[in-house]
């Protein structure tokens, strides 16, 4: 996962709830990615728990790597990692949700990896607000 603030940490932890094998976190601010790391080591899951380097950071084996960074909002053109870098059957996620085909989204396409939405974790949201208000 690509980026530690408000959303990267919610997906860390529903991730560590879910009992990921694995996970792998990735942040331009070292000293708050360690602290995070040891936060959630500090829980006892199963799940270990590995950082790397922004710049230098190996996803050739995971089977989904997540953006929850700001990059790819509006007229923003970077990338936060390279698709061509994943594995063939990875699935890559863009938590951003418009514009709804980021240029990350455009690059998993253009790399035929499978893709994840942002506008789906909204609809998700909203049958959970929905169900908790007895909306529906």
Request: one cysteine or more; proline letters at 1%; glycine letters at 6%.
């Amino acid at each position: 996962i690509f980026g530690i603030g408000g959303a990267g940490a919610s997906i860390c932890h529903s991730l560590l709830r879910s009992k990921v094998r694995r996970l792998k976190l990735i942040n331009r601010n070292l000293n708050k990615l360690n602290l995070f790391a040891k936060k959630l080591k500090e829980l006892k899951s199963n799940t270990e728990i590995l950082i790397d380097d922004f710049r230098h950071y190996d996803i050739s084996e995971y089977d989904y790597v997540i953006n929850a960074t700001s990059l790819g909002l509006k007229d923003n053109e970077d990338l936060i990692f390279d698709v061509e870098k994943t594995k063939s059957d990875c699935t890559i996620v863009d938590i951003v949700m418009d514009p709804e085909e980021t240029i990350l989204i455009k690059e998993a396409m253009k790399y035929k990896r499978n893709y994840h939405l942002g506008k789906n974790m909204l609809i998700s949201q909203v049958k959970l607000a929905g169900n908790f208000f007895n909306l529906w």
